[in-house]
């Protein structure tokens, strides 16, 4: 091009320098490197909430999914009034609280274990991350032996040191029947909520917990300080935004998941370990009231959008730092 | 105020041998510093004497008490990283307070005792900074006012200063060393620059592989290096060893002389230099050279005042003379000081 220009004459040089190809053009690669990005959060986040509000607001079913009819707030009037919807409510906070609370407490001594040498670390961190590496159908293969209301190990455990059966402790039954009883059956869910979260935040955190230098303990050692006082004066400040960030992230996953309540005691007995997600599914897509369906959904929205806003504050003020 | 003994003292990481039963014995109240190129173990000794590490062999002791079995919390001995470990997430004052906080010292007496260290250090404006909005100067003074606050019987430094400027660092070594005259606690300073070391130190300590090689003043370093290794590390620039016979002679660069420069009644050997190349550096010049006859050309450094340096012809073949009262001798095989030989 450069040989082929130096035959031209001095007009035409200009011209051939200054030609901007359309690649060369900012706005136009900015528009189509964003494009993706754009068309991905319209089409499947924008598009998918806003028809999720006016499913809710219609009397559409999954029969005639149509949008024709406005209904107003009849159906949230509807599903606030069911049984259902405070059991739902009150299970997916509980539920949610409860795993941050456990997984937060859970994730530090995990990473303090972590973050120090010992023999056979390496299996300990195969072993602590596989939850995360197994599939979802395999590991509810494996908790609902867990917990089955027959054959259950822990039962068997129970009976053999003698806590449970006819006159011990845990009463007269030879089960606990898990998944058939309301706070047995939370109690299941927020196990393996923790289980299958615990993974990702013990990541997250101890990749923090690893760049807090060495000589900052070994300094608040000489200084006086025991386990507990390095633990929660400099350990802890050092992690608190990850640490914040880890759980919000996993709070956002586990509010909005419906797969563990639905493949171990799918909302019973009764509605008693029912939550608003797998109750949205079931009503809206199971029972076909595709409108009442969205109306519960977005009853996580407030939460989920709350959350979120925090996560990413502190995710942002981290990187401040 | 505390004496330091190290009894045969020893470390070893698997194979390597960081430390060889070093036995070493501070004085009350004494800046001692403890010298060595990387590697040659400092910051090993010093973190054995600190408690950060167990040591394979031997025994600390402060004032006669074995402490060696002891947490580094339980050794009340302050040490100043090079880093210095300032806690990010607290102020100033809280920094100051932290060790007074883990000791269990009530509040009053904590704030007395911040409002004195951070006076001693002139850090009284920085209270509530926190350490990520402080220059490299402050940092230190603060790591230092968290190391007095506790009055510590032992100061333990591990190079404070080589994280600074060279402007800075000048005026922190010396107010390190007014800290220590004022306070009066028994330092032990690890530095791998022997200017820091031999200007800051009642004593000095050199250390070379694990071991210590020479204990002594700075002037006793100076004059009277007991081994090649401290000849060659003492000095700036160090002494010139040329071997000789068998032996090794050695000089120091500030002691060499053109003749025509040197006092005529002075006991003089006579060395026929070749000077090669000069090198001015404002209070003196630097004559680089190599040794005829029988030192085989060794290589050979002159310091030189201006008047001693308009004496010195480069490109030619000249006498230099050093007085014999400051010519060294070493032993060729062992390195060690022998007596003087004729030459």
């Known amino acids: 091009m450069l040989e082929r220009s130096k035959d031209l004459a001095p007009g035409a040089y200009k011209r051939e320098d200054t030609r901007i190809e359309l690649v ?43 949008i024709h009819h406005f209904v ?11 049984a259902a919807f405070m059991f739902a409510l009150r299970n997916s906070l509980i539920i949610t609280a409860a795993t941050l609370v456990l997984l937060t407490i859970l994730t530090i001594l995990q990473v303090e274990l972590l973050a120090r040498n010992f023999p056979g670390k390496r299996i300990a961190e195969i072993l602590l991350i596989l939850p995360w590496a197994m599939p979802v159908a395999l590991a509810a293969v494996g908790w609902l032996w867990l917990l089955d209301s027959e054959f259950s190990p822990i039962d068997w455990i129970l009976r053999a040191v003698g806590l449970l059966g006819p006159g011990t402790v845990l009463g007269p039954a030879n089960n606990l029947y898990y998944l058939g009883r309301e706070w047995l059956g939370i109690g299941a869910v927020v196990v393996i909520d923790v289980w299958r979260a615990l993974p990702l935040s013990t990541i997250i955190v101890l990749a923090g917990r690893t760049a807090i230098p060495n000589e900052l303990f070994e300094q608040a050692e000489l200084d006086g300080a025991g386990y507990f006082r390095k633990l929660f004066r400099i350990t802890l400040p050092a992690l608190a935004i990850l640490l914040t960030v880890a759980i919000l992230f996993t709070v956002l ?69 | 105020m505390a004496v330091l003994e190290v009894r045969g003292l020893a470390k070893h990481f698997g194979d390597f041998k960081a430390l060889k039963r070093i036995d070493l014995t501070t004085q009350d109240g004494e800046f001692l510093t403890i010298v060595g190129p990387s590697g040659c173990g400092k910051t090993t000794l010093m973190r054995l004497i600190a408690g950060l ?26 040490m100043v990283f090079q880093s210095y470990a300032l806690y990010p997430h607290m102020s100033v004052r809280e920094n100051i307070a932290f060790p007074l906080k883990a000791r269990g010292v009530d509040k009053a007496e904590r704030e007395r005792l911040i409002q004195w260290s951070a006076k001693v250090l002139g850090i009284e404006s920085l209270l509530h900074r926190r350490p990520a909005r402080l220059s490299g100067g402050e940092k230190q003074k603060v790591a230092l006012a968290r190391a007095i606050v506790r009055k510590p019987s032992l100061f333990i430094f591990d190079e404070p200063l080589s994280s600074l400027d060279a402007q800075v660092r000048a005026v922190a070594r010396a107010e390190l060393r007014q800290l220590h005259d004022r306070t009066g606690v028994t330092t032990v300073y690890v530095t791998h620059d022997q200017v820091e070391a031999v200007g800051l130190g009642d004593r000095v300590a050199v250390m070379q592989a694990g071991a210590l090689r020479q204990v002594g003043s700075p002037q006793n370093l100076y004059y009277e290096p007991a081994n090649v290794f401290v000849a060659s590390f003492i000095g700036t620039p160090p002494m010139n060893l040329l071997p000789h016979n068998g032996v090794i002679v050695g000089f120091r660069p500030e002691h060499a002389l053109p003749r025509a420069a040197a006092p005529k009644l002075q006991d003089v050997a006579t060395f026929q230099v070749c000077v090669t190349r000069t090198e001015f550096l404002g209070s003196e010049w630097l004559a680089y050279g190599t040794v005829n006859g029988e030192f085989n050309n060794a290589k050979v450094l002159c310091k030189l005042q201006q008047d001693a340096i308009s004496k010195v012809k480069v490109g030619e073949v000249q006498d230099i003379v050093v007085s014999r ?19």
């Open chain 1, 72 to 82: 107003g707030l009849a159906n949230f009037i509807s599903v606030i009034r069911e």
């Open chain 2, 325 to 343: 009262s400051q010519i060294r001798f070493f032993d060729k095989d062992t390195g060690l000081r022998t007596e003087a030989v004729p030459i």
């Open chain 1, 24 to 66: 060369d053009r900012d706005g136009v690669v900015g528009a189509a490197m964003l494009a993706p990005a754009v068309i991905y959060v319209v089409a499947l986040v924008a598009v998918p909430f806003f028809l999720a509000i006016a499913l809710s607001l219609s009397d559409a079913t999954v029969g005639n999914p149509g």
């Open chain 2, 53 to 78: 590490e167990t040591p394979t062999a031997g025994d600390v002791l402060i004032d006669d008490k074995v402490i060696t079995p002891l947490p580094p919390r339980a050794r009340n001995i302050a």
């Open chain 1, 253 to 321: 996953i586990i509010f909005g998941d419906l797969t563990v309540v639905a493949l171990t005691t799918r909302g019973g007995p009764g509605y008693t370990t029912e939550i608003l997600p797998y109750w949205a599914y079931l009503k809206g897509i199971q029972g076909g009231a595709l409108s009442q369906g969205a109306a519960i959904a977005l009853f996580l929205f407030p939460v989920l959008l709350a959350v979120s806003i925090l996560a990413l504050r502190m995710a942002y003020r981290g990187e401040g730092l």
